[in-house]
């Protein structure tokens, strides 16, 4: 069973930063890609970034692109999300996941969630 804790968020304003962190335990985390999730009220559970089993590779949404960055540390079985540039449409509770079919951007790709934290960009 795997369990993973995200932390990090909080209300920002615009054009502020947070860094999401999310925790991993009880699989091998350093083997399955993971990523980055985030939904706002109302709306549908949309895909933020992706990062490889070894970080070598990385993929955004359109819409966070030059703004967040993904990274992960297998030896501390975390990966992180540096969101820079904040915006209010970014105001969302954000997600991390993990896969044991490689990079997608499709929820249904991914096999464990965390609870997911609250990020709050006020204008």
């Known amino acids: 069973q795997v369990q993973l804790v995200e932390s990090g968020g909080g209300l920002v304003q615009a054009g502020g930063s947070l860094r999401l962190s999310c925790a991993a335990s009880g699989h091998t985390f350093s083997r399955y890609a993971m990523a980055w999730f985030r939904q706002a009220p109302g709306k549908e559970r949309d895909f933020v970034a992706t990062?490889?089993?070894?970080?070598?590779?990385?993929y955004y949404a359109d819409s966070v692109k030059g703004r967040f960055t993904i990274s992960r540390d297998n030896a501390k079985n975390t990966v992180y999300l540096q969101m820079n540039s904040l915006k209010p449409e970014d105001t969302a509770v954000y997600y991390c996941?993990?896969?044991?079919?490689?990079?997608?951007?499709?929820?249904?790709?991914?096999?464990?969630w965390g609870q997911g934290t609250q990020v709050t960009v006020s204008s």
């Open positions: 996941a993990l896969g044991t079919t490689g990079l997608s951007v499709s929820t249904g790709r991914y096999d464990y």
């Open positions: 990062i490889s089993w070894s970080g070598g590779s990385t």
